[in-house]
Structures are given as C-alpha cells and as structure tokens.
C-alpha cells in the first residue's frame, strides 16, 4: 500500500525521471538495444498526436480530425520506402515485437512452422517457443525449429540448415516462415544463401532487422530485400534514430495481408506521436544514416579489439570480431555476465548480460550466462570515435579484469562523459542529449 500522498506520489515520479536523466548524463549507455533520439525526435513525441486516435488507413480512417495526421503518415511511409529502397511500408506496428506478429499472422496460421535462431544463437524473444514464453509460439501458436548455427563464425549453418529443411519435409513438419536477424548479430546471415532454397519450398522468409536497420539504411550491412527477404520487420530505436516502434516493409504482393494484419489485426491506437517521431527520424537517417552506420562500424571493431587486447575473449575473432554495432564477450574467466552487469553498473557503465552459443548446454541461464553484449550505437551518437572505445574498453578492464573498485572507475567515466552531451547526426541539436524538459 502507497503510504504517500497523491501531491508526494507525483512529484515522486519527476524526480525520479529527472534522476534518470542525470545518470544517463553521466553514464557509458551499452545497451545495443537502446538508441537516444534527437531534440526534433523528443518535439514530435510530446505533441497533440500522442492523444489521438487514427485507426485505419490514412485517407480511409474510422475517426474525423485526421487530415495532419494522414499528411505525416504519407510522409513518413515515404520515406521509409526511400530509405530502405522498399515497395511497401506500413509504420503502424507500435513495436517490433508487434511487426513481428503483423508477419506472423498475414503469413502463417497457428500449428505451422517457423525455422528461427535460437535465443543464445541470436534469436529473439519474439522468435521463440511457447514453452520459452516466445511470442511467436505463445502468442500465434507458431511451432519454432532452430537454426544450425556456427559459434566458430557467430552465424546460421548454410549447409547444416538444407539438411534441417530436408530433413523437416520429410517428417511433415516443413516450415511456413524462415526467420532472419536477432538480438545477438554480429555478422549479416545467410539470406542470399538461403533464399533461392527456402523459396523452391515456397516457405516465407522474414528478415528481423531491429537491430541492424540503420547500418542497413547507412548502406552498411546486409541489404535483405535485394537478398531474397519477403519481408523485413523491424523497431526503429536500435541503431536507427528512434523513437520506440516498429515498421514493416515488403512488396505489393505482402500489402493486404500486412495492412490487415496491423490494422485492425494488432493495433486499434498505433501511437500516432511516435509515427511522427519515426518520420522525422526516418529524414534524419536518409541524411546521416551513412556517416552514421560508417563509423558505427569502425568504433565496434575498434572497441572488439581494445577488449581483445586487454585479454577479454571477444567472440566471432576469426572474422574480425564483428560487422555490427555490437560486440559479444565471453566473460566466464572472470566471473558470469549477470555479475559483470552489476559491477559495471556501478561505474555508470550499462550494459547488458547475454546468453552466448554453449550456455544451455552447460546449465547456465539468463540470469548467470556466459557473456555480456556490448552496443556502440548511443556512443556512437554522441559523438564518440575509436579513442574514446579504447578508453571506454580501458574502464571495462579496470573494473573486470583488475578488480578495480568501480567507484573509483565511475568518476572517471562522469569526467570522461563531460565532452558528450549533444546529438550528432541529426538536423538540429540545441538540447541536450539528456537534458530534462520541464513543461509544468
Ligand atoms: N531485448 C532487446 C534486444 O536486445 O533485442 C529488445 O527487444
């Protein structure tokens, strides 16, 4: 029971955001799935559209009081086409998890089959069973096979997969969908490989690009719908500009079930503030989107290589670490990934623990896995370049390896964060990155 006032309850929730800010502020932000949005970004998410309701199509709403509304999300499906050179975009979906299930339900039926990776192979939870609480199997009652995958070279198994797909057929359990992309992605997987195969058995293939669309838009990954993708199915927030949502693309022949599907299938609100908001990120990707994704790259390299060298095994070494904005440790040497968190937290360094490729098999769970994941894209953003990853790899050993007291290493990381308070890569940056807006 809330013992406070309703006035001390409120003013309880300002200051705790306003405290977040201030961490944020002063903090090395490694969550590979996390973004921060511009100041343009922060305008159109607190403006009148958050309060609307625009259900439908635009020019074919259920509601009055649309017309700006339908004007920005022409705009916005605009320029999601031009930036991922798609056919068809439907930005409705309010999350990933959403576009996901916007796929799943336009393109399969309960009971069929989906071929994804598995969870400590990269997979999402969205991808996974129903037995693992995946929304793929609890939600569409999809039946989920998993990818052979390589842990040598951190990706799906060409080979290996024909077998699986062959094998599959031969028991009836043939998949509906193939599954690309994931949580845990160092390096493009094998869609053009894969693809002439999947479609001789007229499976559908996605491609989950949540964490990789804006090295895709900088022109720096792998390009899916050119590879054999049906669909692409993404959150905009990763290493895109934000802010939180999602987005599906796909060709003419996909639009009426995806359309169907979002509307009224998963969305009735699709949180119109945040249309805007991804529109505007959108212009800002098609603008920066290369610089952006060029030297995204070159600071995980050279940040997977600082770690290296300071004696961290960094996963996918023999290929170079890494072609994404994240980097993977294997931390067991000294610790687990859930105990790293903490004690980098402290420091003010965030980063995630995660499941690597042989944890299940060893009995290690989320809790306590193998590794951590590491992201580049906030860095990124603020402005950092291959120095400060060699610094940023510096505090990490000091705190990992040397056992350092992380207090100590945690007024090294506010000093070091002074330098980076603004948005690069953006049209306007007169706020600050963390800078709290007081409205009241
Ligand atoms: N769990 C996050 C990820 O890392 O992919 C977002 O879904």
Avoid at 366 to 375: S, T, V
Wanted: aromatic fraction near 10%.
């Amino acid at each position: 029971m809330v013992k406070s006032t309703n006035k001390e309850s409120y003013n309880k929730i300002f200051s705790k955001l306003k405290e977040h800010h201030k961490l944020f502020e002063n903090s090395i932000p490694l969550i590979a799935s996390e973004n921060i949005t511009s100041p343009a970004v922060r305008e159109a998410i607190i403006s009148d559209f958050g309060n609307r309701y625009a259900e439908g199509w635009p020019g074919e709403r259920v509601y009055a009081g649309c017309r700006y509304i339908d004007d920005v999300e022409f705009e916005c499906m605009n320029l999601a086409k031009k930036l991922f050179k798609a056919k068809f975009a439907d930005v409705r979906s309010i999350s990933g998890v959403v576009a996901n299930l916007v796929v799943y339900s336009a393109f399969s039926n309960p009971g069929d089959i989906m071929i994804a990776p598995s969870i400590p192979a990269g997979g999402h939870i969205s991808h996974g069973k129903k037995e693992h609480s995946g929304t793929a199997g609890l939600v569409h009652g999809l039946e989920i096979e998993f990818y052979p995958f390589d842990a040598e070279s951190m990706t799906i198994d060409v080979d290996k997969t024909k077998q699986k797909v062959e094998e599959l057929k031969k028991i009836g359990r043939l998949p509906k969908i193939a599954m690309f992309g994931g949580s845990l992605f160092l390096f493009p997987h094998p869609v053009k490989e894969l693809a002439d195969f999947l479609k001789s058995f007229d499976i559908h293939i996605n491609y989950d690009a949540a964490h990789v669309a804006g090295l895709i838009a900088g022109g720096k990954f792998q390009d899916p719908l050119r590879e054999g993708a049906d669909t692409v199915t993404m959150s905009t927030h990763k290493t895109l500009f934000g802010p939180q949502g999602g987005l599906v693309l796909g060709s003419e022949k996909h639009e009426d079930g995806i359309k169907k599907a979002t509307f009224p299938g998963l969305t009735s609100s699709h949180h119109i503030h945040h249309m805007a908001g991804k529109a505007i990120a959108f212009a800002e990707a098609l603008e920066f989107g290369k610089d952006y994704a060029i030297q995204i790259i070159k600071n995980a390299k050279v940040f997977a290589q600082s770690l290296n060298d300071a004696g961290f095994k960094v996963l996918g070494e023999s290929r170079g670490f890494t072609e994404s904005h994240q980097v993977a440790v294997n931390v067991l040497e000294y610790s687990d990934g859930g105990k790293v968190e903490v004690d980098l937290e402290k420091a003010n360094i965030i980063v995630n623990r995660q499941l690597i490729p042989g944890d299940i098999k060893a009995g290690r769970n989320y809790f306590h896995p193998g590794g951590i994941r590491l992201g580049v894209s906030e860095i990124t953003r603020l402005g950092m370049k291959q120095d400060e990853m060699k610094e940023i790899a510096l505090y990490i050993k000091q705190v990992v390896i040397d056992k350092k007291d992380p207090k100590k290493i945690l007024l090294k990381v506010k000093k070091f964060r002074e330098n980076y308070q603004k948005v690069h890569y953006c049209f306007d940056n007169k706020l600050g990155a963390y800078e709290y807006i007081k409205l009241r």
